[in-house]
């Protein structure tokens, strides 16, 4: 299980890995395809070239969801991995709430855990977002990336979309913020069809 750089600990400080190039696990697609019910279980399988290439269990629980998958660090044996997600909220205007993951290394709240040796979040694993010779789901991440930078902000997509700068229209705000999620839901789609990703579930 992992994808790409699972188990390649050594390698970050001489090739840079690419968000696009590891398994993903994404909350907004997650709540998309309505897999956050609360005794719910789904099977996410990716597959290249017809092969199998990795699959996980993930469990819908209270206060979060449970990855159980197979691993095998680099050096080591495969082992049986049973890991329990929590999902925290921030407050959105309109008082509302958004969901995130809460990524077990770092501690820190994000939309996408990636499948290096472990399920972590982007930082975690030095992963950086592709920007030359990108497929269209990449340009969309990095379209989405700029219209942060425009806001004042520098983090990735998992993190939260920035504030209004001073100055600047509500009107134009939400409709940066719109686009940004048009954008970001092209990346997921488009990474769930690389991996040729697909789901089954039970109730």
Same mark, same amino acid.
């Given at each position: 299980?992992?994808? =790409?750089?699972?188990?390649?600990?050594?390698?970050?400080?001489?090739?840079?890995?690419?968000?696009?190039?590891?398994?993903?696990?994404?909350? /907004?697609?997650? @709540?998309?395809?309505?897999?956050?019910?609360?005794?719910?279980?789904?099977?996410?399988?990716?597959?290249?070239?017809?092969?199998?290439?990795?699959?996980?269990?993930?469990?819908?629980?209270?206060?979060?969801?449970?990855?159980?998958?197979?691993?095998?660090? =680099?050096?080591?044996?495969? +082992?049986?991995?049973?890991?329990?997600?929590?999902?925290?909220?921030?407050?959105?205007?309109?008082?509302?709430? =958004? #969901?995130?993951?809460?990524?077990?290394?770092?501690?820190?709240?994000?939309?996408?855990?990636?499948?290096? /040796?472990?399920?972590?979040?982007?930082?975690?694993?030095?992963?950086?977002?592709?920007? #030359?010779?990108?497929? /269209?789901?990449? @340009?969309?991440?990095?379209?989405?990336?700029?219209?942060?930078?425009?806001?004042?902000?520098?983090?990735?997509?998992?993190?939260?979309?920035? +504030? +209004?700068?001073?100055?600047?229209?509500?009107?134009?705000?939400?409709?940066? =913020?719109?686009?940004?999620? #048009?954008?970001? #839901?092209?990346? /997921?789609?488009?990474?769930?069809? +690389?991996?040729?990703?697909?789901?089954?579930?039970?109730?």
């Amino acid at each position: 299980m992992g994808g =790409r750089g699972s188990g390649r600990q050594a390698s970050f400080g001489l090739t840079v890995d690419k968000c696009h190039e590891y398994y993903s696990i994404d909350l /907004a697609w997650l @709540r998309h395809k309505k897999l956050l019910n609360i005794g719910r279980w789904s099977s996410l399988n990716w597959s290249r070239g017809g092969s199998s290439t990795g699959s996980i269990r993930i469990e819908c629980l209270v206060g979060g969801v449970r990855l159980v998958y197979r691993t095998c660090p =680099r050096g080591g044996d495969w +082992k049986d991995v049973s890991e329990f997600v929590p999902l925290i909220e921030t407050p959105t205007r309109f008082d509302g709430n =958004r #969901q995130w993951f809460q990524c077990l290394s770092c501690r820190n709240k994000c939309r996408i855990l990636y499948g290096g /040796a472990y399920f972590r979040c982007r930082k975690c694993h030095r992963l950086k977002y592709e920007t #030359q010779y990108e497929p /269209a789901f990449a @340009r969309a991440a990095t379209r989405a990336l700029k219209i942060r930078s425009r806001l004042g902000a520098d983090g990735g997509l998992d993190e939260s979309f920035p +504030k +209004k700068p001073k100055g600047m229209r509500w009107a134009t705000y939400e409709r940066l =913020r719109e686009h940004n999620d #048009q954008l970001q #839901q092209a990346w /997921a789609v488009g990474i769930a069809a +690389k991996f040729r990703l697909y789901e089954r579930s039970e109730d």
